[in-house]
């Protein structure tokens, strides 16, 4: 069964950190690309932060500064460094990727989403 699994979600302090992982699970290959949302109640999805090809990196004005993307590649795993977190940080973050199946087929996935709250 082939998934995007989020963790490191929690409760945390205004000013505090944390950092989220998102494994690339049962995948035969995924992209270089991923990327991170988050969701608020009551709000769309917005965009957080991505890495791309080359090493590329972009961030939301919101987080710029704050929050760093990273990835080991060959573990599939993503990583959000987020520090100096405010309570607007809060909700339901979600990574994004492309990957390969074992059908062959490549396709974007979202994670289940892990949830963030700073008090």
């Known amino acids: 069964h082939v998934q995007l699994v989020e963790s490191g979600g929690g409760s945390v302090e205004a000013g505090g950190s944390l950092r989220l992982s998102c494994e690339a699970v049962?995948?035969?290959?995924?992209?270089?690309?991923v990327s991170w949302y988050r969701q608020a109640p009551g709000s769309e999805r917005e965009f957080v932060s991505g890495?791309?090809?080359?090493?590329?990196?972009e961030y939301a004005d919101s987080v710029y500064g704050r929050f760093i993307i990273s990835q080991e590649f060959a573990k599939k795993r993503a990583y959000l460094q987020m520090n100096r977190m405010k309570p607007e940080d809060s909700g339901m973050y979600f990574c994004h990727r492309h990957c390969r199946g074992d059908d062959g087929l490549w396709l974007g996935y979202w994670g289940q989403g892990t949830q963030v709250t700073v008090s």
């Open positions: 890495l791309y090809d080359a090493g590329t990196e």
């Open positions: 049962g995948f035969y290959l995924c992209n270089v690309a």
